[in-house]
């Protein structure tokens, strides 16, 4: 019983220490940083825009941090010309 109790003990604890960290990895993902404007964004809020920013400049869709430096600098420069960027 005591070993099973440790265990436990055990398991409880590295729930606890894990816990804020995976919940923080969340949350690092939901914004992105524009280098251009030095401002952050909720990606979770700019999904649409990209998505309509790939439709205007004929692009095909991928993922935002798989397109060249360039191509992210066009979609930041379209994307502040919008009238609510934050």
Not at 25 to 39: E, K, L, N, S, T
Not at 42 to 60: F, G, I, K, L, N
């Amino acid at each position: 019983m005591r070993i099973w109790f440790r265990n436990l003990a055990s398991l409880a604890l590295a729930a606890a220490v894990a816990s804020p960290v995976l919940m923080t990895g969340c949350a690092v993902h939901a914004r992105v940083y524009d280098p251009y404007y030095r401002d952050y964004h909720a990606w979770s809020v700019e999904t649409p825009y990209d998505e309509q920013w790939e439709r205007d400049s004929h692009r095909d869709h991928r993922d935002f941090n798989k397109r060249n430096s360039d191509e992210q600098k066009e979609y930041w420069d379209w994307r502040h010309k919008q009238g609510d960027h934050h």
